[in-house]
Structures are given as C-alpha cells and as structure tokens.
C-alpha cells in the first residue's frame, strides 16, 4: 500500500462526507468544501473521492442516471435508489441477514457485496399520487 502525504483537503472531503447520510454527489461535496477551501477545484475533490474509494475508506454508489454517489459508510448494506429524484438512501434490509448467514456457511471468503432496491422515495410518490 502507497504512502500517502498528509491532506487538509482530503481530510475535510472525507469529513463532509462522514456528516451526511444524504449520499452527495462529487459536486455536493464540492460545494460544501468550497466554504472552507474558496481555492478548491472540482478536478481535486474528484482525485480525493476516488483515492478514498481505492483505499476502502468510502463508497460509490452510482443512481440510474449513471451519476456517482459517495457514501462514507463501507461496511455492506442495502440501498434504495429514487427514480425519480435520483436520491440514495440507506436502505434496512432483511437480506443483509441473510449474507452474513450465507457467508457463515461459506468456505470461501465474501468480499463485499450490494444491494438496491429501486422506486420512488415518499416525496416523489406522494407528488405521484397528487399528480393523478
């Protein structure tokens, strides 16, 4: 494993990102950085997510419009993906059970594993409703 300097920047980035459980967008944290650091680049908040997703210490997670999400918490677990607004939620799920049981019967080793679940969030379902 590389060693790697020391980043204000990069601790702050993984910071924001451990504040929230909103699942942000390269461009949310951006924002939320840019208050802190005026100098900061896109490009640089970009190279930190991805380094943090390479050294396991975040997720991505990707909506179905093909935009990545981040999400500080790396342990498996499921999540709900919006169709409509696009939003990722944590998502508790029985089937997360049933991996630790599936992987205590198992001779090999389970890495990782994901699971979504796809709809629409309450927000975008009650605006459905209203709409019809």
Do not use: W
Not at 1 to 22: F, G, N, P, V, W
Not at 84 to 98: G, K, N, T, V, Y
């Amino acid at each position: 494993m590389r060693t790697l300097k020391y980043s204000r920047q990069r601790e702050y980035i993984k910071s924001c990102l451990a504040a929230t459980d909103t699942h942000p967008t390269a461009n949310d944290i951006y924002l939320a950085v840019k208050e802190e650091y005026p100098k900061i680049s896109l490009g640089t908040v970009y190279r930190n997510l991805s380094l943090l997703v390479e050294l396991g210490e975040a997720k991505r997670l990707t909506d179905t419009n093909g935009t990545d999400h981040f999400d500080a918490i790396t342990r498996p677990h499921a999540h709900f993906v919006c169709a409509a607004c696009q939003q990722i939620r944590d998502f508790p799920s029985i089937l997360e059970e049933a991996a630790e049981k599936f992987s205590a019967g198992f001779a090999g080793e389970i890495t990782d594993y994901d699971i979504y679940f796809y709809g629409k969030c309450p927000a975008c379902a009650a605006e459905s409703a209203e709409g019809n």
